[in-house]
């Protein structure tokens, strides 16, 4: 380990005037300290966003090709922003079948969709006014400002649907709801402008319905280091 002792002035709440100790490695990565959770920063900025579907849908009992049950798309322009992929989620809306399981697939579209395009032609199926922040207390003041498109039945192109967490088991009593699936993303999944990804349950009946959502952060290209 290597000190190197730096002069901070007016960085850090009453440090003017002091020094402070840094440590590097051997290779020149600095040691910091981690004081908020991940995502509060990007949070406070109100740069995390939330949606989901107004009402839930069948599962399907088989991965789907080019049907895209919930999809989210990036409209920005060229140099808009990238959306960062935090989450995703579903609620068991019914299940037909005692102790049924239901689990999460996820496709991200690397060439525009079939129907023609953000480039796609995708239905705003989910209000922009139903998109919410989540920092508290700007849901009404502020409404959601950004170009992304919520779609709940696109044709998609079929990129390898994929299993995203582990299954979840419903109640075991038919047509009963409260079970629910969180699956953290941990931006695994980044949508530049122009791209697409999609979620589908899957389930044994399609008589086991979910209600799906995302969550995202849309920032800068600058932000990530690509």
Request: proline share 4%; charged share 15%.
């Given at each position: ?86 989450a995703a989620y579903a609620f068991n809306g019914a299940n037909a079948v005692a102790l049924d399981n239901f ?124």
């Amino acid at each position: 380990m290597a000190n190197i002792t730096s002069l901070l002035k007016g960085l850090v709440r009453n440090s003017e005037g002091s020094e402070r100790s840094l440590e590097v490695s051997q290779k020149g990565s600095l040691f910091i300290a981690k004081s908020m959770p991940d995502y509060a920063q990007l949070v406070a900025e109100g740069r995390v966003w939330r949606a989901q579907e107004a009402s839930a849908t069948a599962s399907v009992v088989a991965l789907p090709t080019t049907a895209g049950l919930f999809t989210l798309g990036n409209n920005e322009g060229d140099d808009g922003s990238w959306y960062v992929m935090l989450a995703a989620y579903a609620f068991n809306g019914a299940n037909a079948v005692a102790l049924d399981n239901f689990g999460l697939a996820l496709n991200i579209s690397h060439q525009p969709a079939v129907t023609g395009g953000i480039d796609v032609t995708l239905a705003r199926d989910i209000a922009a006014t139903s998109v919410r922040s989540m920092l508290g207390g700007i849901g009404t003041v502020s409404p959601y400002p950004g170009k992304a498109i919520l779609d709940t039945g696109v044709t998609v192109t079929d990129d390898l649907w994929f299993p995203i967490g582990n299954s979840a088991g419903t109640t075991a009593i038919n047509s009963a709801t409260g079970a629910c699936m969180w699956v953290w993303l941990h931006g695994l999944v980044v949508l530049k402008p122009k791209s697409l990804v999609s979620i589908v349950s899957t389930a044994t009946s399609t008589s086991n319905t979910t209600r799906k959502g995302f969550v995202w952060a849309e920032v800068p290209r600058s932000y990530l280091s690509v």
